[in-house]
Structure formats: structure tokens, C-alpha cells
């Protein structure tokens, strides 16, 4: 994981990490404790097991808010949020992950969006100060999302 620096508004710091497929997460996130997290990912031939699986390993480290962008990223975006809530019969929890597709967007304009509006639920007692980049399987995006944050950070990008 490496970090891109601070951007925004709310001061995120920027963590970007590129991986083939989410499978590979091991315990890279344990030290952002609170994070958001923007996804690029073609999930769209993906099980649903392993989008499931990926969900359940944000939300147990510390995912507050997430964004999901690239082919298949509304179908991604509803099984997250069917992992989170499950099948509604246990205790009400009260961490809530405000989850986003962005399948119209780009995927720069998708960072944008998660930087500068992407938050935690207003309700909630998370404090984010960390937001993750996450590119599986293509390095383009990763480099992409790295030259759009260096960007934002010297104010050519508003």
C-alpha cells in the first residue's frame, strides 16, 4: 500500500493499492482503522461469493463509506450492501457503510466524488481520515488514480 498524500477538503490521506483481485487483500487495511474506500474493478463475471467475500473483508476492517466504479459496478455496489445488512434479523449495528456506484462516471471523477463528498454516515461516531484506492486488475486505472491525486494535490484538479 502506498500513500499518495493528503487531498481534499475533509484531508484524506490517500492510500492506493493495486492488486489482481480482491482475493489478494490480506492484512494491508488493518492499519488504516476507519477508511473509505474507492473501488475500481470489473466484478461483472465476478461470484457473487467473492464480491460477498470482499465486502465482508472491508467492513470488518474498518470500512465507513465505499464507492464502487468500472463494468458491473451496480451489481457489486447491491451486494455489498446485501453483505452489510444480511438477512436483517440480528441486532441492530450501529456502523453503517455508505456505500456509491458510479457506473456514468469517470473513474477520476468518481475519486473526485469520494474525496470530496464521501463521508461516513451522519450518525455515525467513525472518524475517516484514510481513503483507499483500490484498482484489481488493471494497472491503468491504479496509474490513473495515482496521476489524478498528484494532480488534485498541486491544484490543477479542483
Known amino acids: 500500500m502506498t500513500s499518495l498524500g493528503v487531498a481534499g477538503e475533509k484531508g484524506y ?3 492506493a493499492l493495486a492488486l489482481d483481485q480482491p482475493a489478494e487483500i490480506t492484512d494491508e487495511l488493518a492499519g488504516l482503522r476507519t477508511f473509505g474506500c474507492a473501488v ?8 457473487v461469493e467473492a464480491i460477498a467475500n470482499f465486502a465482508r473483508k472491508l ?10 466504479w468500472g463494468p458491473g ?13 444480511g438477512d436483517g434479523s440480528g441486532a441492530e449495528d450501529e456502523s453503517v457503510v455508505m456505500t456509491s456506484w458510479h457506473e456514468k462516471e469517470s473513474w477520476p471523477e468518481t475519486l473526485d466524488f469520494l474525496i470530496d463528498f464521501g463521508s461516513p454516515a451522519e450518525d455515525s461516531t467513525n ?32
Do not use: Y
Open 13 to 15: 490521506e490517500i492510500w
Open 40 to 47: 475500481a474493478w470489473d466484478s461483472q463475471n465476478e461470484p
Open 59 to 68: 467492513i470488518d476492517s474498518g470500512c465507513v463509506f465505499v464507492g464502487f
Open 73 to 85: 459496478c451496480e451489481r457489486a455496489h447491491d451486494i455489498f450492501d446485501e453483505e452489510e445488512v
Open 127 to 158: 472518524q475517516c481520515n484514510n481513503l483507499l484506492v483500490l484498482s484489481f486488475g488493471s494497472t491503468d486505472w491504479a496509474a490513473q488514480a495515482e496521476l489524478h491525486v498528484a494532480r488534485r494535490r498541486l491544484g490543477s484538479v479542483t
